[in-house]
């Protein structure tokens, strides 16, 4: 059974830093491509980072370029979102998601549509 568990969301302070982690069962991430989403109310949900090809395009919204980074382990067959100095306006849930590679990128961004296997989401908020 293919699965994706997120861990490590949170309630931080503006500037402070978590890691999110999201790991995979029932397949390998090895050359998948990956990616992490945020959803906010009464919003869609749309991409932070992702990983399209087995080139290792990486892809980030430009509002977290240099704050965020993502990452995967192999070993662990696990991935990674780390996020630091944060913003309130980071605040949302956050999603891991991965499908074989290639997936499609529009304006900068991994398609979301091309995602298949979802996390169940994990809940980040930045809040002083």
């Known amino acids: 059974q293919v699965q994706l568990v997120e861990s490590g969301g949170g309630l931080v302070q503006p500037g402070g830093s978590l890691r999110l982690s999201c790991a995979a069962s029932?397949?390998?991430?090895?050359?998948?491509?990956i990616g992490w989403f945020r959803q906010v109310p009464g919003k869609e949900r749309e991409g932070i980072s992702c990983?399209?090809?087995?080139?290792?395009?990486?892809h980030y919204l430009d509002s977290v370029k240099g704050r965020f980074t993502i990452s995967r382990d192999n070993d662990k067959n696990t991935m990674y979102l780390q996020m630091n100095s944060l913003k309130p306006e980071d605040t949302g849930v956050y999603y891991c998601?991965?499908?074989?590679?290639?997936?499609?990128?529009?304006?900068?961004?991994?398609?979301?549509?091309?995602?298949?296997?979802w996390g169940q989401g994990t809940q980040v908020t930045v809040s002083s």
């Open positions: 990983i399209s090809g087995v080139d290792g395009s990486t």
């Open positions: 029932g397949f390998s991430l090895d050359y998948y491509a």
């Open positions: 998601a991965a499908d074989p590679p290639p997936v499609r990128t529009h304006q900068g961004m991994c398609v979301i549509h091309d995602f298949r296997s």
